[in-house]
């Protein structure tokens, strides 16, 4: 698949890595529609670049989801590529973990990422060509303490790709996950601030805390994460379906 001229979504494309996939996209010659539930964000990634639209939508909610397909496809053709991007991220030891904040975590990034593909899975299968792609991480790989419902979560999306790529496998449409390691966002200044206010180290002490956790001794840049995005839609990645690539400097598992 060429991507020149396609139509991308891409969730969470206000911040982080979304918008460096959003950039990604449009610097490759992809029309990028963009979403999140802030719509200043989106205006400012929008406004760097002629091909990116950006609208509001809740992916934990479906009317929004499809609200928003019916937008942007009626104004900029069907999509091509989808990209589940957004996420959330909470902390605390599973013991003390509340049920509120479990279900906040799988409904945005479990089942948001499901109502965020699913009403394009019909129309790229039957026009035999399309990319989704789910932005999971490593912590749908392996274990990690105090993020039981993150974890969970991107587990769940790592099966959740699976299971579509299987059964579209035959049709031209490819689906993976990419799975960054700790990435310099604001995603990650949040669990800067709670580890923070939780132990009462120091902001470097809390850095160097999450960076040890990467071999090569650095975090990973959103960048990093939209290129290996990139090269999946693209015509050189036709025959990888089904996988979960790790972007995370040699962390093992
Ligand atoms: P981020 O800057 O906080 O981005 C998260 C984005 O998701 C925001 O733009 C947010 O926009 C959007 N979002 C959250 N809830 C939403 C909802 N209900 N509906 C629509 N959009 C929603 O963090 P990031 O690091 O770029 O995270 C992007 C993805 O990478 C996430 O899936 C995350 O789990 C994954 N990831 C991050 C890291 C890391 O260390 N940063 C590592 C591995 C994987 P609004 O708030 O405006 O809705």
Same mark, same amino acid.
């Given at each position: 698949?060429?991507?020149?001229?396609?139509?991308?979504?891409?969730?969470?494309?206000?911040?982080?890595?979304?918008?460096?996939?959003?950039?990604?996209?449009?610097?490759?010659?992809?029309?990028?529609?963009?979403?999140?539930?802030?719509?200043?964000?989106?205006?400012?990634?929008?406004?760097?670049?002629?091909?990116?639209?950006?609208?509001?939508?809740?992916?934990?909610?479906?009317?929004?989801?499809?609200?928003?397909?019916?937008?942007?496809?009626?104004?900029?053709?069907?999509?091509?590529?989808?990209?589940?991007?957004?996420?959330?991220?909470?902390?605390?030891?599973?013991?003390?973990?509340?049920?509120?904040?479990?279900?906040?975590?799988?409904?945005?990034?479990?089942?948001?990422?499901?109502?965020? /593909?699913?009403?394009?899975?019909?129309?790229? #299968? %039957?026009?035999?060509? *399309?990319?989704? @792609?789910? !932005?999971?991480?490593?912590?749908?790989?392996?274990?990690?303490?105090?993020?039981?419902?993150?974890?969970?979560?991107?587990?769940?999306?790592?099966?959740?790709?699976?299971?579509?790529?299987?059964?579209?496998?035959?049709?031209?449409?490819?689906?993976?996950?990419?799975?960054?390691?700790?990435?310099?966002?604001?995603?990650?200044?949040?669990?800067?601030?709670?580890?923070?206010?939780?132990?009462?180290?120091?902001?470097?002490?809390?850095?160097?805390?999450?960076?040890?956790?990467?071999?090569?001794?650095?975090?990973?840049?959103?960048?990093?994460?939209?290129?290996? /995005?990139?090269?999946?839609?693209?015509?050189? #990645? %036709?025959?990888?379906? *089904?996988?979960? @690539?790790? !972007?995370?400097?040699?962390?093992?598992?």
């Amino acid at each position: 698949m060429q991507v020149v001229g396609r139509h991308a979504l891409v969730t969470g494309g206000g911040s982080g890595v979304g918008r460096a996939v959003a950039f990604a996209l449009a610097d490759a010659g992809v029309t990028v529609t963009i979403c999140g539930r802030r719509l200043e964000p989106l205006q400012e990634v929008a406004g760097e670049r002629a091909n990116i639209f950006a609208l509001s939508a809740d992916v934990t909610d479906q009317a929004s989801v499809e609200g928003l397909y019916r937008q942007a496809e009626a104004e900029r053709g069907p999509f091509d590529i989808v990209v589940a991007n957004a996420g959330i991220a909470m902390s605390a030891p599973a013991a003390k973990t509340s049920l509120e904040d479990w279900n906040k975590t799988l409904q945005v990034n479990l089942t948001g990422a499901f109502l965020t /593909v699913q009403p394009a899975l019909a129309g790229m #299968a %039957a026009r035999k060509s *399309g990319r989704v @792609i789910f !932005i999971a991480s490593v912590a749908g790989l392996k274990g990690y303490a105090y993020v039981a419902p993150y974890v969970a979560s991107k587990h769940g999306l790592i099966g959740l790709m699976r299971s579509l790529a299987v059964e579209l496998v035959r049709t031209g449409v490819t689906v993976n996950a990419v799975c960054p390691g700790y990435v310099e966002t604001d995603m990650l200044e949040q669990s800067v601030a709670r580890i923070v206010e939780k132990t009462g180290r120091s902001a470097a002490e809390a850095r160097a805390s999450l960076l040890a956790q990467n071999p090569h001794g650095r975090f990973i840049q959103p960048e990093e994460v939209a290129a290996a /995005v990139l090269w999946l839609c693209g015509p050189g #990645a %036709a025959s990888v379906t *089904g996988q979960a @690539i790790s !972007i995370s400097g040699g962390e093992t598992w």
